[in-house]
Each structure stands twice: as C-alpha cells, then as structure tokens.
C-alpha cells in the first residue's frame, strides 16, 4: 500500500513465492515504546498511582513521576472525568500544562490500567463553530458527488485541505485483502500512485484489525528514536488504541524506500469492516494535532455513509435492469411454446438478461446454443463438471479454468460461468458464459518480491515502488449476486412453466 500506512509489511505476492504468514504474526499491538513527540503514563486504575511512563516526562512534565498520584501530577481530576463516563473506553481530558508546554490529554482504559497520551498542543486552536462548518460543506460535497469514483476524488481533494498532506489518496481494499487507489490529490512535484495496485501482504492481518479499532494513525517523522517504556521490565501494554504507539521497523524502513517523512491515515469503515483508507504522506515531518485528527475520524465517518449510499444506489439500478430483463424473457414462456421452442427463439435475450457473451442448455443429447460460445463438446464438458457437483444453488466462477482445468483450451471463449440446472424427467442445464478478460494490473512495485525463506533473515519492504504491469489471464467479469440470483429465480419460473403444461 502507499507509504502513508503505519502498519504496510511488504511480503511479496498474493500466490507467489514462500508464505509470509510471519507478518500476521508480529505483535504490533505491544511494541514496547512509543513515538517520542509526547508521553505516556501509565497507571492503576484502581488507586490512580503511576506504574510506567514514556517518553521525555521529567523534562516536560516533572523530575518524579513514578509512584505519584495519576490527579496530582497532572493537575486535574483525571479520575473525576473518567468516572463521569464509565462505559467510555477512550476519554479526551482537559488540556494540560506541564513545565511551561500545553499538553492534549486523552485517557484510555486499557485492562487494569488507565493510559494517559500527551500530545503537544497548538496554541492557535480554531473555533468549533468554524470546525462544524467545515465539517458541514465537506459532508454536503460528498453528498453532491455522483457515483463512487467522484465521491473519492472530491474526498481526496477535501482531507488533503484539511490535513496539508502533499499526497492525499483514497486506497480501497478488494476482496483478497490486494487494494488500489481509486483516487489521489497531490502535489505536482510528487510521483502518482493512481490506479495502482498493492498487495494484500503489504498489510498484514492484525493491521488491518487495528485499523478498524484505532482509525486515526500518525507518524510526524519516520526517523523517530523509539522511547521505551520505563521501568524496564514492566509488564507489556497493548497500545492498540494508542495513537503514540510505536511502529514496526519494517514500516518505517517501507516509508523511507518510498522518500515519505510523515504519514498518516484515517479508516474508512463500512457496516463494522475496513473498506479503505485515506492515505497521506508527506517529505518532510509533520504533525497533526488532535482537533485535526478527531476531524478527520468525524469527516470519514460521512464519508463511510456517502460510499455506503453511493453503492447502494449503484447496487438498487443494477437490481431494476435485471428484473427489467428478467420479465421480458419471461414473457416469451407462452403456454404454446415448448423449451426446445423457447431457447430457439430467446437465446440472444437470455444472453443480454446477465451481460454473458454466449448461452448454451443442454438437454440429454440436445444443445442449444446462442452468442459466441465454445465448441459444442466444450460445452458439454463444462455441463458435467456442473451436474458432478451436485449443487441446487447456481453454481458461478470467473475463473473456470482453476477449477475445471481442460477449460484453459477455449478460456479466451469461457472464463466465466454461471449455470444453473433445471431438474425435470431429464435434467436441463442453462450455462452463461462470458469471455476472458485481459487484465493489465498496474502495480507499485514488483509484487513477486523475492523473499528470504531463511528463518534467521528478517523481512526487508521492497526497495522500488515504480510502476510494474502484469496481464491477469482466464478470468471474466465476475458475476454479481443479483445476476446469480436472477438465474436461479429464472429456472424456478421456467421449472413451474414447464410443470404447469402438464
């Protein structure tokens, strides 16, 4: 993924070379020290006395720090505010003032513990009415924005505004954890990423997790020397919702490869699951401060319910074509026309109904046949494999040749299809097929880097991020579940045709 992800661990391809499954493994939810440009203190929840802390605390805090009381040594009623909201596991507290710096405070409930962040804080701070309003006019440009594509460049061009990011990009995640960024605001200066693809492995498993938890990330300077958490030997904290928690080394190392000093990101989570992220970097460190951050949380939540309206609308003229196209076939089921008739007559149509390029039924020893399809003895094949399934449901793939292997021969004809089969004295077998489509896939980098299989070596981020291109072949269109569904719904209405001839 692009270098603005604080947990991308670069492993190579999704089916190629030797398994990265280490990367899933790597506790970064307890790393042991955290980004030095703020503090951490650590304290029973119980009695409010501090067990741990990090970063520079007798310097910008006080000289004695351990074992003091959690209210006094910030001078605060921490306590008072956490008990004011017992059911919060995060509570942002009022602003601190240590040895002469302002402090943002937010306090978490972690196990046993209270964790305190302190973070510097901008003296200017913008007004909240200002902040609604902005909020406001970025919520009314998403929602002016026609189809999923425009509402990601308008969101781009809105959080780079907002965060003064040089690269600001909208990174979606496909359906085998791979992404790509569908769109990007950014310098001129600076290289593109868009339309490119990344590797599922570019993030591993517990990150994604983490993203959905802790949805805001920052990393102002990627040269950052850890500050460990103190006393040593002190039980190790999950800093999962931490926004000071420290980065995998691995990461850091990605984000220089890529020329980024500071990054960021923000989750974009639809229905509970991590759709994607907004995704900055920039050359040079840069902080962002917490009132931009919780903006950035409150502006991708509207931007989670745009997508989530945007796809549904997609999703509500995708159903209305079909029906549209469903009755229309079925018309053409008149109580005087037999199935032999039928598929005579309405091949092209049943073609149209599921966007296939060819139709095919097959009946015992009859085949009919429609649009630009295999060989007949092809076709066969591919109805066997169908019926050796033994599947009521509709049976699809856009990929026939990994499960049907002799498919490779005529994949330029049939990388897709759905079928469905009619069960009546003789099974009939409806088969939609559509073509291969060549895929080129633009990616940043090789994504079948080479990797160490040597146990003792540790994982290395790719070193290039230029654009590398491969052709994706014997895969289609994939089929959607409203077209699925549509062919199931019509073998039920042609199976009752037929039954009521009888």
């Not at 904290?237 to 890529?258: C, E, F, G, K, T």
């Amino acid at each position: 993924m692009p270098g603005s992800l604080p947990e991308a661990i670069d492993g190579g391809a999704r089916s190629h070379g030797p398994d990265v499954s280490a990367c899933d493994r790597e506790p970064i939810h307890r790393p042991g020290s955290i980004q030095p440009h703020g503090l951490v203190l650590v304290a029973d929840a119980c009695t409010f006395k501090i067990m741990a802390g990090a970063g520079d605390i007798e310097k910008l805090l006080a000289p004695q720090w351990l074992g003091a009381n959690l209210d006094e040594l910030l001078g605060q009623p921490v306590s008072a505010q956490l008990a004011a909201k017992p059911n919060a596991s995060t509570v942002v507290l009022a602003r601190i003032v240590g040895t002469g710096t302002p402090f943002d405070a937010i306090a978490h409930r972690v196990s046993n513990t209270i964790v305190v962040e302190l973070e510097p804080a901008p003296i200017a701070m913008p007004s909240p009415i200002d902040v609604l309003v902005e909020m406001e006019e970025a919520a009314a440009t998403f929602e002016q924005a026609f189809g999923l594509r425009e509402l990601c460049e308008r969101a781009a061009r809105t959080f780079r505004q907002l965060t003064g990011f040089d690269r600001v990009m909208l990174y979606r995640f496909l359906d085998d954890d791979a992404g790509v960024v569908l769109a990007e605001d950014r310098d001129p200066a600076l290289g593109s990423f868009l339309n490119q693809h990344f590797p599922a492995s570019d993030i591993p498993k517990q990150a994604r997790a983490l993203y959905v938890r802790n949805r805001v990330r920052i990393i102002p300077d990627i040269a950052y020397e850890p500050a460990l958490l103190r006393p040593a030997g002190a039980t190790p904290l999950d800093m999962s919702d931490l926004a000071l928690r420290s980065v995998s080394p691995i990461h850091l190392q990605y984000l220089a490869n890529m020329g980024v000093a500071a990054s960021a990101s923000v989750s974009i989570v639809r229905d509970g699951a991590l759709w994607g992220l907004v995704a900055c970097h920039h050359p040079t460190p840069k902080f962002l401060p917490l009132h931009v951050r919780m903006a950035c949380r409150a502006l991708a939540g509207s931007l989670a319910r745009q997508i989530r309206a945007k796809e549904d609308a997609e999703l509500y003229r995708e159903r209305i074509r079909l029906r549209t196209a469903e009755d229309a076939v079925v018309l053409r089921l008149g109580s005087d026309i037999s199935l032999a008739g039928f598929f005579a007559t309405a091949g092209d149509d049943m073609c149209r109904m599921l966007g296939a390029d060819s139709f095919a039924a097959v009946r015992g020893t009859e085949l009919f046949v429609a649009g630009r399809s295999p060989r007949h003895d092809d076709i066969r094949a591919v109805a066997a494999h169908v019926i050796d399934l033994g599947r009521a449901l509709p049976f699809s793939t856009d990929r026939l040749s990994e499960q049907l292997p002799a498919a490779t021969g005529f994949q330029d004809l049939a990388s897709g299809v759905l079928a469905v089969t009619m069960s009546t004295d003789e099974p009939t077998i409806l088969i939609w097929f559509r073509a291969e489509q060549i895929e080129v896939m633009n990616w940043a980098g090789n994504p079948h880097k080479d990797l160490s299989v040597d146990p003792h070596i540790p994982l290395t981020p790719r070193a290039s991020f230029e654009s590398w291109s491969e052709a994706v072949r014997g895969r289609s269109v994939p089929w959607t579940l409203f077209e699925i569904e549509a062919a199931g719904r019509l073998k039920r209405t042609m199976f009752d045709a037929r039954q009521n001839r009888r």
